[in-house]
Structures are given as C-alpha cells and as structure tokens.
C-alpha cells in the first residue's frame, strides 16, 4: 500500500506494479490538484521520468537547456552537462497536472488508485508492526480501513504516519521554506534557461538572503516565480513575502511580474531536507519523498528525489515480498536505509554541512561572486549543486566533483 500520489508515491507504486506486486495507492484529493512546488526538473530528474517510460515530449512539457544564475550586475549561462548517464535537457511542468500524469501512469502499469481517501491515522497489530491504515473516504469521510504487508509512506512534509510511529525530524538536519506565484509573462515563459537570483537581500537588511529566487517558464505564456531561504536553528524565517515583492520590483516592468501580471495567489511550502527524518524504514513502514526528508540540501530540487526514493523503495520492497513473512523479509526491508546511504549518504553528508555553515548564513552571493567570471569553477559548482556528473569521470570537473563527495566521511554505524 502506498499513501499519497506525488511523484514519490506514484513512482514506487509504477515500479511495485511492473514488479508483479499488487500495489493500492490512496491520496487524500482528486486530481488536478494544487501543490506548491518550483515545477523545475534537472536532467537527472528527467531520467526518471524516461525510465518510467513517461512521454516528456508533448503539450505541456517545456524543455530548458540549462541554468541562468542571476548576481547583480552579472549574469552567467550554464548549459546542463553532457553525459551519458543523465538527458542534456531539463523539464518544467506545473504541478497542477504533472502528479496525475505520474499516477495514471502507475495506474496503467496496473496499479490500483483510491482518490478522495484521507489517510488519518496507521493500523498497527499487537506487536505495533503496521499493517496498514485508518482513513476516511469519500465527501462524508466515511470511515474504512485499507490492509497490506506493507505500507509506503509519500505522504508529504507533515510525514503523519511517520510522526505517529515516532519518527520525528532529525532537527540538526536543514530545513528550507518557500514561496511561489504564477505570473503571466509572455516575455519570459519561452525562455530556455531556469533563472536563478542569488543577490536578494534579507528584508529591511543589508545581509544576503540565505537561498535565492526563481524564475521558471512554463512555456504556456506563464512562468513560476519563488524564493527560498535555508533555516537557521535559533533564527525566525525571514518574511519571503516582502523578500518576494523587494525582488519583483527590481524586475522589468514588461517581464509582467506585479500584481496586475499575477496568475494566482502567492503560496508556501516547508521544505525537508538531507534525509532529516529517520528511520526511513521500521515496523513495517518504509518513508519516501518529503516524507523522509529526501530534498537535496545543496538546491531545494525534491520532484527527482522523491521519484529516485519511490524506485529505490519499490527494488526493496518487492525483493522483500518475494519471501514469507517473518525473519527474512525483514531483514531485506530493514535494508532500505542503507540504500538510501548508498545513492544519497556522502552527497548529502557534505550538503548538509554546507547547507548549515555556509549557504544558511551567507547565501549563494558571497560564493558566486568569486567564481562568476571563472567558467570551470561556474560548471563544477552547478555539478555539484546538481548532482549531475559520470561515474567513472568523463573530465576533470566531473573527477574533482567525485573525488569532494568520496573524500567525505561515510556514516558512523548505529542501531
């Protein structure tokens, strides 16, 4: 059973259902439905959707070649890499309709879709092992119960199931908050680079603001426009409304990015990050996407993350299903958090400590501006940034990108 149809959940639930395994998704609303996000995708989160075999190549998808980074007076182009492991080509898609075409996907790989179902509470056996779910169904929230081996949890940042089985979010962890608005702007949706500001101030301050803003086209006349902040423990969020609109003022009255251009009202998100929720598997649980605090620490991107940790939980929760209940299924679900280290652990390691000592007091200014006028150290940031590069290295950017996240420490053993 998977709980939520985001990209994490439907993900896990295409690749349970092209497994064999007989999979039932429940989401809490009906589609199309809202979700704050950016609706930017880098080429390693194209290659999800390519794996999943997902047409990327009709209405509605807008192609983007790279990244604009945006300091001041200067600018910098930088196209996606090219590489064999990963598209050269980056995606954006508002979010409006992009969760459904990933779960009428999975649908049509053959899993089951409940919609209109509100997971409330997990169903747990004498033990406390799950085995599945409360929640209530339909308009009159009806109340019914859902069974199954196991559960998958892609319900969101709140991460409720998670919570109730106490695990709680790991607060030394970075956390991250957003805000986004649709604007009509003809003048900027067709263009084919994601626009990144690095030099906003915090508000009624000289100091950067610790994150960046963004503009994104949608290719549909419209672009989406956001800024995040990294959090500071001991620290308020600064306001990112009056971050927002100080930004918007410095733009072009003809890019249309002011209230009489808005499409839509201004909306926010929290945004957990570095794999900041744990254990990521117990008790008959496995936690995916925001859920499990999957958003990379280095640049807010979660739309990959969460499809990357759907496939990852599904290779390991269908292994385990191939064997009896008991002793040895466990012992393959319990697995599942070392996978995560495998693929994520030193990248987000060394983007956790980053993201605390660095990015969260100074910003990406103080950075960029050293390095904007020097191309190699431009594209290695962005790899970096990206977690986009060959394995084995294809150039020396991608050998000194490695090398960093190899060279950083592996996780201390724990219970």
């Known amino acids: ?147 199954a081996p196991l559960v998958i949890a892609a319900d969101g940042a709140s991460a409720r199931l998670a919570v109730a089985l106490g695990a709680h979010r790991d607060k030394a962890r970075p956390m991250a908050t957003a805000v986004r608005r649709y604007f009509r702007s003809p003048t900027r949706s067709g263009e084919e680079y994601l626009e990144l500001w690095a030099d906003l101030r915090l508000p009624q301050s000289d100091a ?98 969460a499809m990357e940790s759907g496939e990852a939980a599904a290779e390991v929760a269908a292994l385990a299903l191939t064997r009896p209940a008991g002793p040895g299924r466990e012992r393959v679900l319990q697995s599942y958090p070392a996978v995560l280290d495998r693929r994520w652990g030193r990248y987000y390691r060394l983007g956790n400590a980053a993201a605390t000592y660095v990015l969260s007091r100074s910003g990406f200014e103080p950075l960029l501006t050293r390095i904007i006028d020097r191309p190699a150290l431009v594209d290695g940031m962005a790899r970096l940034l990206t977690n986009l590069t060959d394995d084995p290295s294809r150039d020396a950017v991608d050998h000194v990108v490695n090398t960093l996240v190899r060279l950083t420490p592996a996780r201390a053993a724990t219970r």
């Open 1 to 147: 059973m998977v709980v939520g149809a985001g990209p994490a959940g439907s993900s896990a639930a295409f690749h349970l259902a092209r497994a064999g395994v007989d999979v039932l998704v429940l989401e809490k609303d009906d589609f199309p439905r809202e979700k704050v996000c950016g609706d930017g995708l880098t080429p390693r989160g194209v290659h999800q959707l390519v794996r999943m075999g997902v047409d990327v190549t009709g209405e509605g998808w807008h192609r983007s070649r790279g990244m604009r980074w945006v300091c001041g007076e200067r600018h910098v182009l930088i196209d996606w890499p090219n590489l064999a492991r990963f598209p050269d080509f980056g995606l954006t898609r508002t979010r409006h309709d992009f969760d459904e075409i990933l779960a009428r996907h999975a649908q049509a790989a053959g899993a089951r879709l409940h919609t209109g179902v509100k997971v409330t509470a997990p169903l747990t056996d004498r033990t406390g092992r799950v085995v599945g779910v409360r929640a209530a169904a339909g308009p009159d929230g009806e109340p019914v119960e859902h069974r």
């Open 208 to 305: 950067w603001l610790p994150g960046y803003g963004w503009i994104f086209p949608l290719g549909d006349g419209r672009v989406n426009v956001g800024v995040g902040v990294l959090g500071r423990r001991g620290r308020r969020t600064p306001d990112l409304r009056a971050a927002l609109a100080a930004w918007l003022e410095r733009t072009p009255p003809e890019w249309g990015l002011d209230e009489a251009g808005a499409d839509g009202p201004l909306r926010s998100a929290a945004l957990p990050m570095g794999l900041n929720r744990r254990p990521q598997y117990g008790r008959g649980l496995m936690l995916v996407g925001d859920s499990a605090g999957t958003i990379s620490p280095w640049n807010g991107e979660g739309i990959c993350q």
